[in-house]
């Protein structure tokens, strides 16, 4: 590993972990963090869990397990450029994802809506729970027991009603501050990811077209230079020419646009980054076109009327589920219905839910609903 930048997150100097243990060596405390990530049981059964696209609906449509693979492989590249710890930024980018319920956002709005008189549900305070509570696979304690940055940095979001719960990890969002530098690049390589390669998912759906997106700046102009260099290529080996060239296009734009920031800013060590303002972002311009390829993507790929469909039905599936474990907690599991006498019913029924995959969630719904199916 080339040496850290003085405003990077140095593993030997890290804020610790809850349950103290000893040291990692001969990984560093960044290294330990992503390997119980990539082991745990919560990042397996993101390979079943919805994009944009349920599971079913095809096999070369991206899950979030390689979403955030793909996001892990751009955050990479950014930290390593900005002399950033690269593990770090690893383990944030392959963790932000744990907590997502089947279904993609429409599973958490259903989630959030059936918790409403309970606490509520938000995704990134749910990764934080997965591996701070819900992973069960150590001897002295809950939990993966990541350190202080890695759980900062899986904490994208979260009210302040929930933050003040928190203790040191929720402070941020209570009295401002920022995240670690490694944290700000692992959230922008997220959305650099998702908006590029829904693009793809989207386009090889057909739910969208070339000609649709011919109409938003950043991908006008990277397809035609592609038909420009290359008049005889077909159609999908376009797509992916173009898909790359606005990714390089975000992620350079991203490097050079932190490494001015960082300049006018002159943070010496973690904590001035964390006093600064946001000091990882894109240009004016680029920043300007990546929103119009979100708007664009909003209103003509996630509000798609066959998408539309699919969502409503996911979110019948994930209300009747929670409705019918809250009402009958004896149809839980046995070691959730356990769970609940100390958790509570409410949280352990979302707990339950938001880590089941799609298919799961399906056929959890088959066995209670359908008169056929014998438990």
Do not use: W
Request: aromatic fraction near 6%; hydrophobic fraction near 35%.
């Amino acid at each position: 590993m080339s040496a850290l930048a003085p405003y990077a997150a140095d593993p030997a100097r890290t804020r610790g972990r809850r349950h103290p243990e000893p040291p990692a060596s001969p990984r560093s405390e960044y290294q330990r963090d992503r390997d119980r990530i990539v082991h745990s049981t919560a990042f397996r059964r993101l390979e079943y869990k919805t994009q944009v696209f349920i599971n079913h609906e095809g096999d070369l449509f991206r899950t979030r397990l390689t979403h955030s693979l793909e996001v892990a492989q751009i955050g990479r590249t950014v930290a390593r450029l900005l002399g950033l710890d690269e593990d770090l930024t690893e383990t944030i980018a392959l963790a932000h994802d744990l907590g997502h319920t089947p279904f993609g956002h429409v599973g958490q709005d259903a989630l959030n809506a059936c918790m409403r008189a309970h606490g509520g549900f938000e995704h990134n305070l749910q990764s934080l729970r997965v591996v701070d509570e819900l992973e069960q696979k150590y001897a002295e304690f809950e939990g993966l027991n990541l350190t202080f940055e890695a759980r900062e940095g899986i904490l994208k979001h979260c009210s302040p009603t929930n933050a003040a719960r928190l203790g040191e990890v929720g402070e941020r969002f209570l009295n401002g501050g920022q995240p670690s530098l490694e944290a700000q690049i692992a959230n922008l390589a997220d959305e650099i990811a998702y908006n590029n390669h829904d693009v793809d998912d989207g386009l090889r759906s057909g739910l969208i077209s070339l000609e649709q997106l011919a109409e938003v700046p950043i991908f006008a102009r990277h397809l035609a230079e592609v038909r420009r260099l290359y008049p005889q290529l077909n159609d999908r080996r376009v797509i992916h020419e173009t898909v790359r060239r606005m990714i390089n296009t975000l992620v350079v734009d991203l490097i050079e646009e932190t490494r001015r920031r960082l300049v006018v800013h002159r943070p010496e060590s973690l904590d001035e980054v964390r006093r600064c303002p946001p000091l990882a972002g894109f240009s004016p311009e680029v920043q300007a076109e990546h929103l119009e390829l979100k708007r664009f993507l909003f209103h003509n790929l996630y509000r798609h009327y066959r998408v539309v469909r699919m969502s409503e039905k996911a979110r019948r599936v994930i209300t009747r589920l929670f409705e019918a474990f809250v009402a009958e907690p004896r149809l839980l599991p046995p070691e959730y219905q356990r769970r609940a006498q100390t958790h509570g019913l409410h949280r352990t029924v979302c707990d339950y839910i938001a880590g089941m995959t799609d298919r799961y969630a399906i056929r959890e719904h088959k066995r209670l609903f359908d008169i056929e199916e014998l438990g």
